[in-house]
Structure formats: structure tokens, C-alpha cells
């Protein structure tokens, strides 16, 4: 499992040692925190190793199953490590290719909805090519997971390696960074502090945002699918970011005030997911309603603000 220490990876190792597989947990520490993973050192069936998987990955013994998570994730992130995102998304993935075709395993690629762009389709199927600006600061990361995918397949074709393609839309939960520059923790950060709320552009683009226990569900089951993929995960119900806003002042009991900034270059208006495919083979679909999981988030970050205060 790579990217382990990670929002996502951390909650991904947790379930697959809940249902008991052992896991080798792998991450440079770049953006994931060892904090989101404490709880299991000391477990037998829990290794963890800092290592940089843009360079050569050794496991010993055998794997079943090889995630590759490794990739600075948050635009924020790789908009300030842009060449790291781009080794890991090639580098890495190559490395981690080559360990599950020597170990047999099954390869897990986590792709992202980034690859779509600023979509012409909507909402978005697995069946659309997207509309990326390759030469665009955000193109480090979309091009990145684009070669990814393209190198997965590669994989799949010439060595007969057993890949699964996942694409993840927005996905929010405990364990997010505080400062990781994501709409939601951005906006319950600034709410739980009392300052302003952040919005750039006019508000009105949109997005999909899924409760993380939701989307690790809909990632196991892809994993222990027979279907290769791509698949989205992510929930299907769409939100403009000014309705983000004033669901998140009523999770916190805040009355900030919303302050606008300027849009970021490339920034996709619209962006909600079809997840017909991931309903009909894999019988997946979101539980926890957004403001539900927005009342639990906000109280992570309370405890975080305490802890650190």
C-alpha cells in the first residue's frame, strides 16, 4: 500500500486490517502524516516502510495485492511539487507495475476524476477522454495519473499483470490536513477559527463530494472485483461551492462571512461523477449524506485545533 500515511491511504489500511489482511504500508512522508497511522504500529500484521517509490520498491515475501496511492494529491500539493508529482505518477507506477508482475499480485491504480479535466461531458462516464490542458500548471497532476492509467493498461496488455483502475472524485473525511488547501477543509478550518470563507471564482462551479468510509468501501470493492476498469467512485450528488459554504457554517454554528478570490487557472467548472458502472458490477453507492459527514469531519478538526492548541 503505497501513499499509506495519507487522508486516504491511512483509512484504506485500517479497513483492510479490519478485515484481516496483512499489510506492508509504504510512504516518503512528503504529504502523509505517520500521525493518521499510529494506532496500528505495533500490530503484527502492520509493517510500515518510508520509502520513495519513485526509486526502486522491494517487498519481501509474497504479495497479493500492490495499491498505489504515492502522489501529492491536493492542488495546493502538487501545484508546489510538481516534478514529484509527475515522478511518482511515472516512476512509481512503473516500479509498482514491476513489483506486482514479479510477485504476481494484483495491481490497484488510484486515478482520479483530474483526468476528465474541465469536462465537456457531463456528468462524467468512463467512457469520456476528458479535456486537459497538458502545458497548464494543473497538468502536472491530470498528465501525471493520464500516464498512469496508460501505463496500467500497458502493463495489463503485454504482461498479463491483473490491474484495477479506480477514479476518485472529490473525497472528504477525518484525517484531511488542515492546511492541505481542499475546498472542505479549507472552508471548516476558516469556520471553526471564525475568519471569512474562502471562495474562488463566483461560487458557482460545482463538484461531487464523497464521505471517505464511503469511497474505501467502493474501493474494495472494486479491488476484489473481476473488473479492470476505470471505475469512478464518488457520489453522484452535485454541489456548488457556495452551497458547500453555507453547509458548512451550519455544520459549525459559524457566521463568517464569505470573501471571494480570484479562480485558479484551469479550475474545472462542473464536475460530478456517473457512477452507473460502479452500481451495476460492483453493487457500490454512497451512504452518508454530506451533511452528516460534514458534522463529523468538523469535529476532527476541533480535536485537532485542541490538540494542537
Known sequence: MTGAAGFLGSHICDQLLARGDEVVAIDNLVTGRLDNLA?????ADFTFLRHNVSTYVHVPGAVDAVLHFASPASPKDYLELPIQTLKVGSLGTHNLLGLAKDKKARFFL????EVYGDPQVHPQTEDYWGHVNPVGPRGVYDEAKRFAEALTMAYHRAHAVDVRIVRIFNVFGPRMRPADGRAVSNLLVQALAGRPLTIYGDGSQTRSFCYVDDEVAGFLALLDSDY????NIGNPEERTLLELAEMVR???GSTSEIVFEPLPVDDPTRRRPDISLARRLLGWEPATPLREGLARTAEHF????AEDG
Open 39 to 43: 494506532h496500528l504500529f505495533g500490530r
Open 110 to 113: 488510484a486515478s482520479t476524476s
Open 228 to 231: 479492470v476498469g476505470p471505475v
Open 250 to 252: 451550519q455544520a459549525t
Open 302 to 305: 476541533r480535536r485537532v485545533a
